[in-house]
């Protein structure tokens, strides 16, 4: 990774593994364009006992996202699993804990995109995605989505929204991501990467 090119950020919140491999497949779209990095990071569980705590560093899968990767980054890739039609809780509560950063304006200004894997075809995909992008408004952020340039978007049997990338996964999580999920992943992974460089040059 080269410290003088622009990072976008990659932050997901993954129960079962679902989330992550669109979270993948976006970073590897950012990182097909040349000068741009991708920065993958995840959020701790939300415990029912609330005496328990995460380990610092989680067991696998991406490191715990900080306050810096927010100041770092050039753009961000927010998912989600879908919870009856809204992001999980455990992202939403690390949403909620940024109000330094929105009042410092740290977002403002970049360009965002959000994704999400449901457990049924109708499960929620649109509303999810919606639900994330709400606070990213407040935060000032620019939202992207999916044109219809991207043909998949008209053949898709599974995920795939003009509001972003989506994964249908099946109830037991272990559908595999279709062709076409994978390609819009990508795609918008592409798309984020070349306009933060486009913002990032500009600045």
Same mark, same amino acid.
């Given at each position: 990774?080269?410290?003088?090119? &622009? ?19 976006? *970073?590897?779209?950012?990182?097909? #364009?040349?000068? #741009?990095? *991708? =920065? ?8 029912? #006992? ?6 610092? $560093? ?16 050039? !753009?961000? *890739? ?9 992001? *999980? @809780? ?20 970049? &360009?965002?995109?959000?994704?999400? @894997? ?24 620019? $939202? ?13 049997? @599974?995920? !795939?929204? &003009?509001?972003? &990338?989506?994964?249908?996964? !099946? ?5 595999? #991501? ?10 918008? !992974? =592409? ?6 460089? =486009? ?5």
């Amino acid at each position: 990774m080269n410290q003088t090119n &622009p990072i976008i950020l990659v932050l997901y919140y993954s129960r079962h593994g679902a989330t992550r491999k669109l979270a993948e497949l976006i *970073a590897q779209g950012i990182e097909s #364009v040349p000068g #741009v990095d *991708a =920065r993958l990071r995840t959020v701790p569980a939300i415990s029912t #006992v609330t005496e328990a705590t995460e380990p610092a $560093i989680p067991p696998a899968g991406a490191p715990y996202v900080e306050a810096q990767d927010l100041a770092e980054c050039a !753009g961000l *890739a927010l998912g989600s699993p879908t919870r009856f039609g809204n992001m *999980a @809780s455990s992202l939403k509560y690390f949403l909620d804990g940024t109000a330094a950063e929105w009042l410092a304006g740290t977002l403002s200004g970049k &360009p965002a995109v959000v994704f999400t @894997s449901t457990g049924s075809l109708h499960g929620g995909q649109e509303s999810t995605l919606l639900s994330m992008i709400i606070p990213l408004l407040h935060h000032g952020m620019m $939202i992207m989505g999916l044109p219809y340039s991207n043909p998949e978007l008209m053949t898709t049997t @599974s995920g !795939g929204t &003009p509001y972003g &990338p989506t994964h249908w996964a !099946g109830v037991d999580g272990n559908k595999a #991501v279709s062709e076409d999920e994978k390609r819009l992943a990508i795609a918008m !992974g =592409r798309r984020l990467a070349e306009t933060a460089a =486009r913002l990032h040059g500009a600045s």
